[in-house]
C-alpha cells in the first residue's frame, strides 16, 4: 500500500507545483466570507506555484520560513474549511503531505537575524544539556 506521503516522494517538484492548481475547493454555501476563502486559497496555490517554478529547490535546499508559513496556512485553512462546511479537504491533505516532503529537505536560513536567533537557541540548549539534534 502506497500512501501519498510515499507517491509524492518521487514527484518532480514542477509537477508537485502543477497539481497544486488543479485543487477546487466549494462551500455550502456563498457569501463574502466563503467567497473570501476562495480568493485566498486562489492566492496561496499560486503562491505555492510561483515558489516552485522560480526558486532552487532541486538543489536539495529550502527556505525555513516557506515551511512556516506552509504549516500556519494549513492550520488557518483547517479552520476556516471546517467553519464554513468546505467540501475539498484533498488540499489540505495535499499542503500537509508537502510539508512533510519539504521537512525532509535541508532548510536553510535566508536573513541574517534569523540565523543568529537559530544560533542561540541551539546554543542555549546545548549549553543546559539538552541534545541538540
Do not use: C
Not at 518532480?12 to 455550502?28: G, H, P, R
Not at 532541486?58 to 520560513?65: G, I, Q
Amino acid at each position: 500500500m502506497i500512501s501519498i506521503n510515499d507517491s509524492l516522494e518521487q514527484e518532480s517538484w514542477d509537477y508537485l507545483a502543477q497539481i497544486t492548481l488543479s485543487f477546487t475547493v466549494e462551500f455550502d454555501s456563498d457569501n463574502y466570507k466563503t467567497r473570501k476563502i476562495k480568493k485566498e486559497v486562489e492566492m496561496i496555490k499560486r503562491a505555492i506555484y510561483d515558489h516552485f517554478t522560480n526558486s532552487s529547490i532541486e538543489s536539495n535546499y529550502l527556505n525555513s520560513m516557506f515551511l512556516v508559513k506552509l504549516m500556519k496556512t494549513i492550520s488557518k485553512l483547517e479552520a476556516s474549511f471546517s467553519e464554513n462546511n468546505a467540501r475539498g479537504n484533498e488540499f489540505i491533505i495535499f499542503l500537509k503531505s508537502l510539508a512533510n516532503r519539504i521537512k525532509k529537505k535541508k532548510l536553510i536560513i535566508d536573513k541574517p537575524f534569523e540565523r543568529v536567533k537559530e544560533f542561540n537557541k541551539l546554543k542555549s540548549l546545548s549549553e543546559n544539556g539538552h541534545r541538540v539534534f
